[in-house]
């Protein structure tokens, strides 16, 4: 008998687990039973609802099922919850599909990760979180993957401008991995987009070395690369008005003082204006170059091997804001394994990404050919109301012709 490939993707999955710990899995395949295991807050009265669905485009109908966001201009709130645990001396690594159908214009498409203690029926904007990462889209300009990390209670943005890949309003594989090592990586679609240290691409340590207080620049330092030539002189006959009354202006030879007034002849600019002369510039002989405050060690930096920890983490939510809704959220993963996401991302999104790709094509296709005869049927309709006019205007002369 044939698997499907759901059936297949779920048990290579979990051979490949057997190597990993995972510490949250959401694929949303028992239809409805996904209610029991997510919380819909109840902070505002106002929530948009969400739905179960694969959208109007997928690779496969069961496997690309996914939590849907159904009302437009609303904020989301929904967060699932899982045995508590700390990522100290481990990596972590946070991984999930989204897909913006609907072409988003502004929105979220991002996981908070929550300490266990949050209380899911009042989450809302505010609530404390240890990370925020993925797609934000507001407009052409911001299309950007945020990385927002909780540092001693303050979050922290990361310095790096990462793009985000949602202008095809297909599903798309956000990863993120934090190491023990101070190290992180963001990947989309299994390629990474982005990698470094955090204490580089964060400012969650002061900086390890400051301007030195003590330090200011001399005050015989020179940084004036070119100076004005002392023998260079302004010519005599350099300034000139930049307006003068026109030559080729002629007083009228009937002009009246008395009733004309003063007569005063047109102006024009004066092609002999030069304006303002400055002297030629020459190299500084006494140029010292550009004075560079000296820095010390900044006593207020420490370092902290512990910032990529996070104690206690127990709850994933999707805390958001669409103003057009349809984005569809699937494939949610915490593992202490890289590899463990790799693979599961190739057997989930990996393997309906291109029959998903196909169907879009497909739809985009017809509904271009429904346009084009919607086209054709208005410019036909045009054209026959166009001669019904031709018609009557014969038959207004033929009447007139019997009158006459």
């Known amino acids: ?79 699932a919850r899982f045995e508590p645990f700390s990522n100290e001396g481990k990596v972590l690594v946070v991984q999930f599909s989204v897909k913006h159908q609907q072409e988003i214009d502004c929105g979220g498409g991002y996981v908070k990760l929550f300490d266990a203690r949050l209380d899911q029926n009042l989450m809302d904007a505010q609530s404390p979180f240890y990370i925020m990462f993925g797609p934000d889209i507001c407009g052409s300009a911001k299309k950007k993957v945020h990385v927002i990390l909780n540092y001693k209670g303050q979050r922290h943005l990361i310095k790096k401008n990462i793009m985000c890949k949602q202008d095809d309003s297909l599903s798309h594989v956000y990863t993120l991995v934090l190491r023990p090592d101070q190290t992180y990586q963001v990947k989309i679609d299994n390629r990474e987009v982005a990698s470094g240290l955090l204490e580089d691409d964060w400012d969650l340590l002061p900086p390890k070395t400051i301007k030195d207080p003590l330090a200011s620049k001399p005050a015989d330092w020179d940084d004036r690369p070119t100076i004005d030539d002392p023998n260079d002189t302004k010519p005599e006959d350099w300034d000139q008005p930049e307006i003068i009354p026109d030559p080729r202006s002629r007083k009228p030879s009937d002009w009246d003082v008395g009733m004309d007034g003063k007569w005063v002849p047109r102006t024009m600019i004066n092609p002999d204006y030069k304006g303002d002369w400055t002297p030629k510039q020459i190299d500084n002989p006494n140029y010292k170059g550009q004075w560079v405050h000296p820095e010390i060690a900044n006593p207020e930096y420490v370092h902290d091997s512990d910032m990529y920890k996070f104690d206690n983490i127990g709850v994933l939510g999707l805390d958001l804001w669409q103003m057009k809704s349809g984005t569809i959220f699937d494939n949610f993963l915490i593992t202490d394994d890289i590899q463990e996401a790799e693979e599961f991302a190739r057997q989930t999104w990996g393997l309906t990404q291109a029959a998903e790709k196909k169907m879009k094509e497909e739809q985009d296709e017809l509904e271009m050919k429904k346009w084009e005869e919607e086209q054709k049927k208005t410019r036909k309709d045009n054209d026959f109301d166009f001669d019904d006019d031709k018609g009557d205007d014969e038959e207004e002369r033929k009447i007139k012709n019997i009158e006459l």
């Open 1 to 79: 008998m044939l698997l499907s490939a759901t059936v297949l993707a779920l048990l290579s999955s979990l051979a490949w687990s057997v190597h990993a710990t995972v510490f949250f899995k959401e694929q949303f395949l028992d239809g409805d039973g996904w209610r029991s295991r997510w919380v819909e807050s109840k902070h505002r009265d106002d929530y948009g609802q969400w739905e179960l669905s694969a959208g109007k485009f997928y690779g496969d109908g069961e496997l690309d099922k996914g939590a849907q966001t159904s009302e437009d201009a609303h904020f989301y709130a929904l967060s």
